[in-house]
């Protein structure tokens, strides 16, 4: 079983407010990973970091932003969330960069 | 447009069958093709991966399958049990130009396996 963890499970928000999405694990990955997924949509990877202070802006543009102080920890930041960031947010990390990604549960959040 | 393509949304299969779930691709320069599955309410799991150096990867009841002349995989679960009811996404992975690899994943199937 994969030790990685993402809180909350569900958010719901009102419009404006700046919401934190936390991920850590605890395997020592220095890969990190963020993807958005829509219902019946593929996963868009939206950032990733190589390491500590290390992150770089995925394939999928985003209002986000993320912060890398510590391994095992990777946040996602919206400063001021709007209804189009309604979405469920996958973390992963992985070993290896070439390597299976481990994710977490996901954060499922709603925008009103 | 999609470069990792999961044509069927769903599919059924009567337990103890054979579940072939099949993944396309557009790019020649993926090497390394992975599946998850994935349950409501949960991240996705590893399942199995395959380099594009070899035609078959087997692990269990799991067996991925690779054409590189068609460019395409397909996910082969033999015999299917009900708690392989699930989400199944097809992934591949290339280098991108910067030195990093870049992760590309299907809209995924959902399979269902009927007691």
């Known amino acids: 079983e994969a030790d990685i963890y993402q809180t909350p499970r569900y958010l719901v928000i009102g419009t404006g407010k700046k919401i934190t999405l936390e991920c850590s694990q605890t395997?020592?990955?220095?890969?990190m990973y963020w993807y958005q997924q829509d219902p019946g949509m593929e996963l868009h990877l939206i950032h990733y970091s190589y390491g500590v202070n290390s992150t770089e802006k995925g394939d999928l543009s985003s209002e986000s932003t993320v912060s890398r102080i510590r391994t095992e920890h990777f946040p996602l930041t919206l400063e001021s969330a709007r209804p189009s960031h309604t979405s469920q947010y996958l973390c992963?990390?992985?070993?290896?960069?070439?390597?299976?990604?481990?994710f977490g549960p996901g954060t499922r959040l709603t925008v009103l | 447009d999609q470069q990792v393509k999961q044509n069927s949304p769903s599919l059924s299969v009567q337990e103890g069958r054979i579940s072939i779930l099949n993944c396309d691709y557009t790019n020649s320069m993926f090497d390394y093709f992975l599946w998850y599955k994935k349950y409501p309410a949960e991240g996705p799991t590893f399942l199995i991966s395959i380099s594009s150096i070899k035609d078959k990867n087997e692990d269990g009841r799991f067996t991925v399958f690779l054409n590189k002349s068609a460019k395409h995989l397909s996910l082969h679960i033999v015999p299917s049990q009900p708690g392989d009811s699930a989400v199944y996404f097809c992934?591949?992975?290339?280098?991108?130009?910067?030195?990093?690899?870049?992760?590309?994943f299907g809209t995924g199937t959902r399979l269902k396996v009927l007691a």
């Open positions: 992934a591949a992975s290339a280098l991108r130009t910067s030195g990093t690899y870049k992760y590309i």
């Open positions: 992963a990390s992985s070993a290896q960069e070439n390597n299976e990604q481990f």
């Open positions: 395997m020592g990955h220095d890969k």
